[in-house]
């Protein structure tokens, strides 16, 4: 809804085109769907968005926006894209306007049902990002595009008062080489790890990963898993390897990061449950990835990258896990797995 403050001034200024700041929202919930508003005024699927009330931090004002046009609960996780608008827009009334648009990425917990509370909308829904709905607007299918292509920069907001940074770094920021003077990277270590299954479920299932900068590498995998077991393994295995330091894990698994990073933390809160209540599946392992990440003294960040795209260590991560898959299927090689791995597979 357009706020007072808009209002009040559109009585002095009439249609004439005004500067304002706004948040856009791309809400993706725990099953990797996109959250989309069909709009009244043009009948066009779009991200939530909104106009930044007077002394509101951005990051409250898309949760309140997404709450408000949708009915759903969201977090803001970090901040996609800044850009202001190239050409007004004119709405039907004639009122024009430019404004700075903030995207933020945030992470939904599952279970919720989308609606149209405030009656902007004509509705709203979850959408795969490889299915979206038509007609869409142009810069919403770009976001989405965007984001499931490429990681973000880093960036820094105001949240309830509390400062979050983005959790990824520039990749060429990341993989500069940089050094301090006292001859130690400030720059994290970079691990591309993968898991592959040759059937899913209860297929030969392999899991790897791979030091960028040393080569160094390990692999290991199980007659019977699922792939969700071996990308999880994978990133429990590199961080007990890696226990000190700054770490960038790249992964092609947004089930992964989702379970390492994005939800986790409001499972843990409701006691290990999703949000309707239901269990989790493969729970010893991200509790035990949980806890790594805790207890580590220095930081976690995932950087999602897309698979079988070139990505020269996402294929030797892929290599090593699916040639161990193999193997373990025809009896080469043993099962390798780690207890966790072993708890989460039972019962599969």
């Not at 973000?152 to 983005?166: D, I």
């Not at 030969?204 to 898993?225: I, L, N, P, Y």
């Amino acid at each position: 809804m357009t706020p007072d403050y808009i209002l009040d001034l559109r009585k002095k200024v009439g249609n004439e085109r005004l500067w304002i700041s706004a948040v856009e929202g791309i809400v993706e919930n725990e099953e990797g769907k996109i959250l989309l508003a069909k709009r009244k005024d043009d009948g066009l699927w779009c991200m939530v968005a909104g106009i930044i009330e007077p002394g509101e931090q951005p990051a409250d004002a898309v949760k309140r926006e997404v709450k408000e046009e949708t009915g759903v609960e969201c977090e803001p996780i970090f901040i996609a894209n800044v850009q202001s608008m190239d050409e007004p827009k004119i709405y039907p009334n004639g009122d024009e306007i430019l404004a700075l648009n903030i995207l933020f990425y945030c992470s939904a917990p599952g279970g919720q049902i989308p609606g149209c509370p405030d009656g902007e909308n004509e509705s709203s829904g979850w959408f795969d990002p490889s299915c979206l709905p038509s007609p869409i607007s142009s810069r919403t299918e770009k976001a989405v595009f965007c984001l499931t292509h490429a990681g973000p920069a880093p960036a820094s907001f105001l949240c309830e008062g509390k400062m979050k940074w983005g959790r990824q770094r520039s990749a060429a920021f990341a993989s500069s080489g940089a050094r301090s003077s006292q001859g130690t990277s400030p720059f994290p270590r970079k691990i591309s790890t993968d898991g592959s299954a040759l059937s899913n479920p209860r297929g030969a299932m392999g899991w790897a990963w791979v030091d960028h900068e040393t080569g160094e590498k390990e692999s290991g995998g199980c007659r019977q898993g699922t792939n969700q077991v071996g990308e999880l393994t994978a990133v429990l295995m590199a961080l007990r390897r890696f226990k000190e330091g700054n770490l960038l894990i790249e992964t092609d698994s947004r089930y992964a990061i989702g379970c390492s990073r994005d939800w986790v933390k409001a499972w843990k809160k409701r006691g290990w449950k999703k949000n309707d209540g239901s269990s989790i599946k493969n729970l010893p392992l991200i509790q035990a990835i949980e806890k790594e990440i805790s207890q580590r003294s220095g930081s976690v960040e995932f950087a999602w990258v897309k698979g079988h795209a070139g990505d020269a260590f996402n294929e030797i991560a892929d290599s090593l896990a699916s040639g161990y898959a193999k193997d373990v299927a025809k009896g080469a090689r043993e099962d390798r797995l780690p207890e966790e791995s072993k708890s989460s597979l039972k019962g599969i």
